[in-house]
């Protein structure tokens, strides 16, 4: 059998045992390591969704792309996974992207990372085209080689193509390394898919934002053209804006279609947690742009050993742009699976309170926290005798912090993440994305956005409140149902 085969017949080897430990409505491999969405699309009415991804093991190898399809984005079913490397110009089949084609179909494009005998690694960018489940690879492939980089680039790190077509040619935007050893993104053209000419360079790191850059997106939102890129070793700021490590940053402003050149205005981080990197978007039928990204981190990975998977997508987002500032709420979608709503209000002080009905690791959770008469305000959450994990709302300096030393992670990682709010004085409301192992922290409407992984054993499923003087609190839980194919 080719490695192709071989992977889909371990898939369906292990599908049944791995579902009964799964999230609810959060996309995981069907089997091992999962990373970076890929080629998130539509195709033939359906959401496409790819992803980095490892069969043979729950921690990263070499690369294959995993694949799921979904009719509204929170019920997905599992396909056979589309790509495997298995060409002599690739070790691993890296990240990429996907469009249509009326002449090939589905196009998917990605990197072909190499390495060679003697270690030496080369990114180079390549092509598969199909019918949304089964895929061929251009023989012309690669189709951008190292010998097309614009001088002063690194051959190792060229990678994580975004196609999309404009009029009637093609375009790519892949990130780089130069040798001062900075991100940047490069644009390519095509009028075939298969012969690509260097077009420009449309932004520079220059240890401004971050080192490398990874995963960049580039889409048109309200009379704005947005860039998404994955940093690489960012430097923390002392309003807690940006902390140290991978970062995924978002950059409002203009694109000169003619000169294809990007001048941003306004740039901001868009998730703030310690598991979030990555994203990719897609433009729904009606006109709103999807978000969804890798809740994992490469630093503070803290999966247990005893799940046979690792990685799972976050809750697909709508994007909107106000005022130069990225907004994400949970798809609408979302909605169509609740069960079991609860609407509780409570006077929350310095006793730690639990409200009837409000707990569980599977829910939608809407509060506002209205007052004047306190500084602080804790949430427990996936909490029991032994275990909890805690939300703090600083009201005074207004910052959030996310914090799961006692959350049962046994390794040696990071556990706590502070972002500043643009709360209202009296009133602060919050959403809480709840599915198992991954808490989505929603503030101020979407303004400020933190998701992160927790790995407490399942019957911790208590939630409470306290704070260290007065709050009034309203309360809306949905649960969530969802049967995953």
């Known amino acids: 059998m080719s490695k192709l085969e071989e992977a889909r017949v371990f898939e369906q080897e292990w599908k049944s045992e791995v579902d009964r430990r799964r999230p609810v409505f959060h996309l995981t491999p069907t089997v091992g390591w999962m990373n970076d969405p890929n080629g998130f699309s539509r195709y033939k009415d359906k959401y496409h969704l790819f992803y980095q991804y490892y069969p043979y093991d729950v921690k990263w190898g070499p690369m294959y792309w995993g694949h799921a399809v979904s009719d509204d984005l929170i019920r997905w079913e599992r396909r056979p996974v589309a790509l495997a490397p298995d060409e002599p110009y690739e070790s691993g089949c890296y990240s990429g992207t996907a469009a249509q084609s009326p002449e090939y179909g589905q196009v998917l494009m990605y990197t072909a990372h190499l390495v060679d005998r ?19 690879k251009f023989p012309e492939n690669p189709v951008i080689r190292t010998e097309q980089l614009p001088e002063g680039m690194r051959a190792s790190d060229f990678r994580d193509p975004k196609i999309f077509r404009d009029d009637d040619t093609w375009y790519a935007l892949i990130v780089c390394m130069d040798e001062d050893g900075y991100g940047n993104a490069l644009l390519y053209s095509s009028k075939d898919l298969k012969k690509w000419t260097y077009v420009n360079t449309i932004l520079k790191s220059e240890d401004a934002l971050g080192r490398m850059w990874e995963c960049p997106d580039i889409f048109k939102m309200e009379e704005k053209t947005v860039m998404l890129l994955s940093a690489v070793e960012m430097e ?4 807690f804006v940006h902390h140290n490590g991978h970062e995924v940053l978002y950059l409002v402003g203009n694109y000169d279609k003619e000169k294809h050149e990007f001048e941003p205005e306004s740039y901001g981080c868009v998730d703030a947690g310690l598991d979030f990197y990555a994203p990719q978007t897609v433009e729904a039928p009606d006109g709103r742009r999807i978000m969804i990204g890798w809740i994992g981190s490469w630093q503070n990975a803290v999966t247990p050993k005893e799940l046979p ?3 799972m997508m976050s809750v697909p987002r709508e994007l909107s742009v106000r005022d130069g500032r990225l907004y994400q709420t949970p798809v609408r979608e979302i909605e169509n699976y609740y069960t079991d709503t609860v609407e509780r209000t409570a006077i929350i002080g310095m006793k730690k309170v639990m409200l009837e009905d409000v707990e569980g690791r599977i829910a939608d959770i809407e509060m506002e926290i209205r007052g004047r008469d306190f500084d602080t305000f804790t949430i427990c959450i996936a909490e029991n005798d032994r275990y909890e994990t805690v939300i703090n709302y600083d009201k005074r300096d207004r910052l959030l912090t996310f ?3 006692f959350s049962g992670n046994r390794k040696d990682s990071l556990n706590m993440r502070t972002m500043p709010v643009t709360a209202e004085k009296e009133l602060f409301r919050l959403r809480l994305i709840l599915d198992r192992y991954s808490v989505e922290i929603f503030a101020d409407d979407g303004a400020e956005v933190m998701t992160s992984t927790i790995f407490t054993p399942l019957e911790a499923d208590g939630i409470s409140f306290v704070c260290d003087g007065r709050a009034e609190l309203s309360v ?3 649960g969530i149902r969802v049967d995953q194919e």
Do not use: P, W
């Open 476 to 478: 809306v839980k949905h």
């Open 118 to 136: 003697s270690g030496i690694v080369t990114e180079t960018q390549c092509i598969a085209y199909g019918d949304g489940e089964n895929f061929r």
């Open 403 to 405: 914090d799961r030393l």
């Open 236 to 239: 923390a700021t002392r309003d």
């Open 309 to 311: 998977f690792n990685g």
